[in-house]
């Protein structure tokens, strides 16, 4: 017979994995991984993995392992399966696993189902990392957080995809409720309150007990976290019964807080009633996060992640903060296949800046060679038929000194040194050397058309 496995199981498996490998292969590679069930008769166990990458990973070199685990926790030889599942498979399988083939309703959205009702713990203000671009509202949420319902009330947080409302909105209820276990928090995301309310008035039989629940479930809280509210754009009803749960909990004095795609005046398919209430109060906007911001984000998750943060790290994270600036999912991402990266060569190589860029073709695109200061000396060299050595000597001979400065002028257009590192570069010469070569250089390319031509072959050699 198959059956659930409960927490203190798997935690025991997990425990006994863990003290077998690093911190960092045990978080990148076990604490993702879901238990479905498990059949004694049969002696199988079933664990959801994330991805096909995962999946080979696992079986090529941590089968063994869990396979020891299982069979030792659970006393008996069992035989693992794994499985990539989508988080809507995991969640159906969990929730209920005899009625798993009942259509439901409509299918919701995996980011619906995964954010549910319940708070996420991983979500908090500790690891929420304020800038320029989203300060405002996280002082908003602090301060509702503190004391809800009693300084801004309804609150509108809006912002693009992937800027942390959804984190704020857990931090607040996490926050509410460790504080006082008592006050009733409710998250839900506006796709599946629609989800409910439709299921509730479907059908004839049971619908008014049905929607009685429906409305005291809503209606009784002490804070209502309501997520990605443009969803509910354009369906009248779910409008309607959100308008009156939001006068019934804003006259009891219940803190109301709202997220959105957009300001409230976008929202354009929306009862006019609503948009005005959504701008009683506060409303405060996420912005993009600047640089520095990023470059916060990326290194506090390396952190949390027990991810060393050495200079080749720090450098693909400035990288990565360079290229990734308008979603904080996507830059989360990027790091977090550097790290699984990182942590599965770790036995053989070391992680070097390269590796890290070919682990992410879509930010760092392949066929963009790197043109760095050594590659400029060699072709330069080359072609005036120079020795290397040259590019760093003191000879002031004119077949030397003219490549010389070629390269240096190079360098300086064609990649991010400073004047004073190409100085360095060159044979330990000061900025200023460097400063005139460039203008020197730039100058001919104007006037002399032979070295015009020069540079023009150089640099397509080059790239
Ligand atoms: P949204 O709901 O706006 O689409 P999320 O709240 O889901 O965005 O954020 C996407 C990811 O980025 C989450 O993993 C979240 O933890 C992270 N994130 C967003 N903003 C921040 C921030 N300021 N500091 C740290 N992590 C952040
Ligand atoms: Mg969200």
């Known amino acids: 017979m198959k059956q659930r496995i409960d927490n203190t199981t798997w935690n025991s498996i997990l425990n006994d994995v863990r003290g077998t490998m690093t911190e960092i292969s045990y978080k990148t590679w076990f604490l993702p991984l879901k238990p479905i069930e498990m059949d004694k008769e049969a002696g199988t166990f079933l664990i959801a993995v994330q991805d096909q990458m995962r999946l080979n990973l696992l079986t090529e070199h941590y089968m063994d392992k869990i396979e020891d685990a299982v069979s030792k926790v659970?006393?008996?030889?069992?035989?693992?399966?794994?499985?990539?599942?989508?988080?809507?498979?995991?969640?159906?399988?969990?929730?209920?696993?005899?009625?798993?083939?009942?259509?439901?309703?409509?299918?919701?959205?995996?980011d619906a189902l995964k954010q549910e009702f319940f708070l996420n713990p991983k979500y908090s203000f500790d690891n929420f990392i304020v800038g320029p671009n989203n300060n405002y509202a996280h002082a908003v949420c602090?301060?509702?957080?503190?004391t809800p319902a009693k300084v801004y009330n309804p609150v509108f947080i809006y912002g693009g995809s992937g800027l942390g409302k959804t984190h704020l909105m857990h931090a607040i209820g996490n926050f509410i409720q460790q504080k006082d276990p008592n006050m009733k928090v409710l998250y839900v995301s506006s796709e599946m309150f629609t989800s409910e309310f439709i299921e509730a008035t479907r059908g004839a039989k049971q619908s008014n007990e049905k929607i009685n629940n429906l409305k005291k479930k809503y209606r009784t809280v002490d804070v209502l976290l309501i997520d990605d509210i443009q969803f509910i754009e354009g369906k009248e009803g779910t409008q309607n019964e959100f308008f009156h749960t939001f006068n019934t909990l804003y006259e009891l004095e219940k803190?109301?807080?709202?997220?959105?795609?957009?300001?409230?005046?976008k929202l354009t398919d929306l009862d006019e009633r609503l948009k005005s209430r959504f701008q009683w109060n506060i409303v405060a906007d996420i912005q993009p996060p600047d640089y520095?911001?990023?470059?916060?984000?990326?290194?506090?998750?390396?952190?949390?992640?027990?991810?060393?943060?050495?200079?080749v790290m720090l450098k693909i994270i400035d990288l990565i903060a360079e290229k990734v600036k308008f979603n904080i999912r996507n830059l989360e991402s990027a790091l977090t296949r550097v790290i699984a990266y990182k942590v599965l060569i770790n036995k053989d190589k070391a992680l070097t800046v390269e590796l890290a860029?070919?682990?992410?073709?879509?930010?760092?695109?392949?066929?963009?060679?790197t043109i760095t200061c050594e590659t400029i000396k060699q072709a330069v060299c080359k072609k005036f038929n120079v020795k290397l050595a040259d590019m760093e000597s003191s000879n002031r001979k004119?077949?030397?000194?003219h490549p010389r400065q070629i390269a240096m002028y190079l360098t300086r257009e064609m990649t991010d040194m400073s004047l004073p590192k190409i100085g360095q570069s060159f044979g330990g010469r000061d900025h200023t050397t460097v400063l005139h070569a460039c203008d020197k250089i730039a100058g001919e390319i104007k006037t002399n058309a032979t070295v015009a031509e020069e540079i023009k072959q150089l640099m397509d050699d080059l790239k």
Do not use: Y
């Open 74 to 110: 659970c006393g008996s030889k069992f035989h693992v399966l794994l499985k990539v599942m989508s988080e809507r498979e995991i969640n159906d399988a969990l929730r209920n696993p005899k009625q798993k083939d009942t259509p439901s309703l409509k299918p919701l959205s995996s």
């Open 142 to 146: 602090l301060a509702v957080a503190e």
């Open 255 to 265: 803190q109301i807080i709202i997220t959105s795609d957009r300001h409230p005046s």
């Open 292 to 311: 520095e911001t990023r470059v916060a984000i990326l290194r506090n998750k390396a952190e949390q992640q027990g991810v060393d943060l050495d200079d």
């Open 357 to 369: 860029k070919q682990q992410l073709p879509d930010i760092f695109d392949p066929r963009e060679v």
């Open 398 to 401: 004119r077949e030397v000194t």
